[in-house]
Nanobody, 122 residues
C-alpha cells in the first residue's frame, strides 16, 4: 500500500521559493505516476505537476517555468521546487500516486497524502 507523507510547506513572500517533499513509506510497486495537486480555500482541487516512473514530467500552464517536479526512485521520494511564488499559489498542496499513464484528474489517483499548507504573502 502506498503511504504518502508531505513536508516543506510554509509562509513565504511573493517572489520567494519553497521546496515540498513527498515520501512514499509504503510499497512502491503500485504506482507509475506521482503528482502534486493543490486546493485553495473555496476552490476545487487542481493539478500542478506530475512525474512518471521513467522521469517524464508534466506541468499545469499556471506553474510551467516556475515549478519543477523531481523524483528519486531509490529513496521513494518526489519533490516540488517552487520558484517565483505568487499569492495565487496559496493553497494546500497534496502529493498523489496512481497506477497507469498520465492523468491530471484527482479522481484517477488512489493514494493521497495529508497535504501541506503553502501561503504566499503579497
Amino acid at each position: 500500500q502506498v503511504q504518502l507523507v508531505e513536508s516543506g510547506g510554509g509562509l513565504v513572500q511573493a517572489g520567494g521559493s519553497l521546496r515540498l517533499s513527498c515520501a512514499d513509506s509504503g510499497r512502491t510497486f503500485s504506482r507509475d505516476l506521482m503528482a502534486w495537486f493543490r486546493q485553495a480555500a473555496g476552490k476545487e482541487r487542481e493539478f500542478v505537476a506530475a512525474i512518471s516512473w521513467l522521469g517524464v514530467t508534466y506541468y499545469a500552464d499556471s506553474v510551467n517555468g516556475r515549478f519543477t517536479i523531481s523524483g528519486d526512485n531509490v529513496k521513494n521520494t518526489v519533490a516540488l521546487t517552487m520558484n517565483s511564488l505568487k499569492p495565487e499559489d496559496t493553497a494546500v498542496y497534496y502529493c498523489a500516486a496512481r497506477r497507469g499513464y498520465y492523468s491530471a484528474y484527482p479522481a484517477d489517483f488512489g493514494s493521497w497524502g495529508q497535504g501541506t499548507q503553502v501561503t504566499v504573502s503579497s
